[in-house]
């Protein structure tokens, strides 16, 4: 329960931001077809007798059995990945062969950073230290961040496919908290799957943010804060940052204060107001995106949530016994 003589907020210990880069700080999507194209070609001026299909088939019984890891949390590297497709083919891997593949990989793979991406690392990046963990059984994700220059703000980066297992496998999220020396409650991860992301960090002990444009309404796992896009993580993580605020949000069960919806952060009620803890609001991502339209979120008929957060405002202003 809250303590009633306190009501202002009291700075916590969170020092450490980790990212999940796919979906969450770069978008964009691998052009399969082109793809497949390309590799038999370039097959085939190696001087194979490799048809499409051939390569197709290949590929198939390949993706079974990276499949049934996958199942089990485990990744298997791009290398490995190509080279059972080659053997399937009748043809032996080499380092040439395999660089080839990757390099048409890389080409048919097409990203950019979000809108706002960048902006959110120089800010979290004075204040915390930063890292990325990442499904990817190829270093797709780190060549992003090289190429787009965002690799100089992280610590460290974690690829699935070096690490050998997929989030929300606890053993990345424990291999990223040994390379920061950090405990898991010193630690916030953002992204943008609720079972990879939000299931993954929270297993382990850390906190959580989803960046997510719709509301939760059920689900396996509840973040600890979500927000309608990236640019609104520092505001949520600094809100992590604050024992009080986390005290408050538990206090109204977690819920939008509209909708009543799962998955929600904290909002200054008037944004020049105070950092006393009754000048904030919970709101889902839905409900967000209509404030920042300048509408106002329609309230659930029952009313249910409006009743919780009146007791939770007279709980938390019930006069102290003297």
Known sequence: MLDKNKNSLEVGEIKVVTFDVGGTL???GFKKKLYRSKVTSYLQRQGF???SDDYWGATGKALEELNRRREDQLEMGFEDFCSTILRNLG???SEE?????RSLYFKCFHQTERRGVRKVLVRLSRAYELGVI???MSLLPKRFLEESELARYF???V???EVGYRKPHPEIFKRTLEKFEANPEEVVHVGNSLEDDVVGAKGVGMYSVLVSPQAIEEAQAEPDLAVPSIGEVPGAIESLAFPRLREFKELLGNRCGFCSARGVNLYKIDPKSGEEIDNYVLLCSSCRRETLKKRIPRPRKHGKY???YRRAWLELHKPKRV
């Open 26 to 28: 770069a978008k964009g």
């Open 306 to 308: 409006r009743a919780i």
């Open 134 to 136: 990442s499904n990817s």
């Open 91 to 93: 043809i032996t891997p």
């Open 159 to 161: 690829i699935s496919g």
């Open 97 to 101: 062969l395999l660089g080839g593949i």
């Open 49 to 51: 007798d490799v048809t």
């Open 155 to 157: 610590k460290a980066i």
